[in-house]
């Protein structure tokens, strides 16, 4: 539902300047009658079942409720109602107005030109699909012993690293720092699958050593500091048709970034592209983003 919504203030804003023209000549709604095609009317602004159509995204299109359509059409109301009183009082002339409207339509266009072109050029076949999970069979067939430390700050994470590196235990760290109901265990997991961890961190413990430490993880948690104590067959794979559709997924964003910087520098070649490099006495530099921080196994405790 909020979706919908979304969508809807989406195509309002996208109609903002062919509806100021048409309403210019509104009385207020003064005599108007009531349309009988209309699915919701404010004075001579109308919302017909075409309209509407088009702001029910297409995953809730077979799904939606009644009072689901009900809270589009109360919003589209309650918005024409403002908007129309905005016009009135001239508010779509006002210079700010007007250049927020321009770079919310800049980037909506932009954004969905983007959309229709990774459509267009991303395609992902069952035999890349089957090749990833094959590549990658040892987080489909393992399961693996993990302490995690859980922060508030990237800045309260840097500190515990630091003691890390200086060769504090993990678990002591843990017990001392960690803001998790796991800190009185050490920061201790358990032998975890694929899939049942956060997925801040699902990818990346599989891709590391036993004793490995890496972090700051962020995810909705806190900032995580993450060690892998060892691994072991898990009691029960993950087969092919269960991670099939996890992995088409993965492979989908892949190829979309890759798309997508393809494409921004397809467009760079063909366009005259100028950045300043320094402004209000700062030097303009782009920022590196940097993978999780590592520490290697003889830097930290040796697990028991």
Known sequence: MIRAIQRLAIAIVLLLP???????????????GRSPGALAQVNRAELREEELRQLIPPDL????????????????VETELLFQRALKDGLDRDPDVAETLHQMRRQIVANEFLQRELHNRVRVS??????Y?????????????????????????????????AGSDF?????????????????????LS??????????????????????????????HI?????????????SFEVARDEILQILLLEKQQRVERQ?????????????????????????DSAPPDSLASAETQPAP
């Open 18 to 32: 062919l509806a100021g023209c048409s309403r210019q000549s509104e009385d207020g709604g003064a005599n108007i």
């Open 61 to 76: 299109s077979e799904s939606i409720t009644g009072s689901e359509i009900r809270e589009i059409l109360d919003h589209w």
């Open 126 to 131: 069952i035999d890349e699909i089957r090749a």
């Open 133 to 165: 999970y094959e590549a990658h069979i040892d987080q489909y067939t393992q399961e693996v012993h993990l302490r995690h430390i859980v922060l508030n700050t990237p800045e309260e994470a840097e500190q515990v690293l630091e003691q890390l590196r």
């Open 171 to 191: 678990r002591q760290l843990a017990r001392n720092n960690s803001i998790d109901a796991s800190a009185s265990r050490g920061g201790d997991l358990g032998f």
């Open 194 to 223: 694929k899939g049942a961890m956060n997925p801040a961190f699902d990818d990346l413990v599989f891709k590391m050593a036993p004793n490995e430490v890496r972090g700051p993880v962020a995810s909705s948690f806190g900032f």
């Open 226 to 238: 993450v060690q892998v104590v060892g691994r072991r067959k898990a009691a029960e794979a993950v």
């Open 263 to 287: 494409l921004l520098a397809e467009l760079r070649r063909e366009a005259q592209v100028h950045v300043a490099r320094s402004y209000a006495g700062m030097l303009l530099e782009p920022e």
